[in-house]
Nanobody
Framework: QVQLAESGGGLVQAGGSLNLSCAAS?????MGWFRQAPGKEREFVAW????????YYADSAKGRFTISRDNAKNTVSLQMNSLNPEDTAVYLC?????????????????WGQGTQVTVSS
């Protein structure tokens, strides 16, 4: 089992940026970022492969968010630019042992506690 811990959330004005980080203990495979707003289902945001060479984004994140990983430090980051109030949510990182791209929360094995991102208008 992998333990994950997110950091970097906070309050930012619309148009601003945040960089989220996820520290993992233990070996990780493919990693994803999800978000969950109050009263809404958990939503896929971005995915990165084991090597870091492949990435995939939800339409809402394309062109604004960048996912990356540093395997030497066992961290995964999510750089978020041009934030808007609709991005307000708890952001969670997750690890999956599947070898293919996955956007479904139930295909991820381990989850962090999440970090709150609030974007004011």
């Amino acid at each position: 089992q992998v333990q994950l811990a997110e950091s970097g959330g906070g309050l930012v004005q619309a148009g601003g940026s945040l960089n989220l980080s996820c520290a993992a203990s233990g070996r990780t495979f493919n990693m994803g970022w999800f978000r969950q707003a109050p009263g809404k289902e958990r939503e896929f945001v971005a995915w990165v492969s084991v090597s870091g060479r492949r990435t995939y984004y939800a339409d809402s994140a394309k062109g604004r968010f960048t996912i990356s990983r540093d395997n030497a430090k066992n961290t995964v980051s999510l750089q978020m630019n041009s934030l808007n109030p609709e991005d307000t949510a708890v952001y969670l990182c997750a690890a999956t042992s599947t070898v293919v791209l996955s956007t479904k929360p139930n295909e991820y094995d381990d989850w962090g506690q999440g970090t709150q991102v609030t974007v004011s208008s």
